[in-house]
Nanobody, 115 residues
Framework: QVQLVESGGGLVQPGGSLRLSCAAS????????MGWYRRAPGKQRELVAI???????NYADSVKGRFTISRDNAKNTVWLQMNSLKPEDTGVYYC?????????WGQGTQVTVSS
């Protein structure tokens, strides 16, 4: 059974930082591209960052220079370091694992950026 378990969300003031974690089980983690998506209130889910099985990272334009995605294949874990947070970063953040044709999702963790 595949499980992706996110943690690290919470309430933070604008300009603050959070670090999200996603622990994976039930897959050969090193074979999967791992991603973070978010769903803001009233909006569709959007890609935030992705890191390939080979370690290449890509980011949405809105988070470039502020967010960093990383992974540790020995720990079956992917992280999203979020700095200089803005109110528009508020949403539910989801971890994903992809290896064609399989796509898995976590349950999500809430991030709220507000003063």
């Amino acid at each position: 059974q595949v499980q992706l378990v996110e943690s690290g969300g919470g309430l933070v003031q604008p300009g603050g930082s959070l670090r999200l974690s996603c622990a994976a089980s039930g897959i050969i983690f090193s074979n999967y591209d791992m991603g973070w998506y978010r769903r803001a209130p009233g909006k569709q889910r959007e890609l935030v960052a992705i890191i390939t099985s080979g370690g290449s990272a890509n980011y949405a334009d809105s988070v470039k220079g502020r967010f960093t995605i990383s992974r540790d294949n020995a720990k079956n874990t992917v992280w999203l370091q979020m700095n200089s947070l803005k109110p528009e970063d508020t949403g539910v953040y989801y971890c994903s694992a992809y290896r064609s044709p399989f796509y898995y999702w976590g349950q999500g963790t809430q991030v709220t950026v507000s003063s």
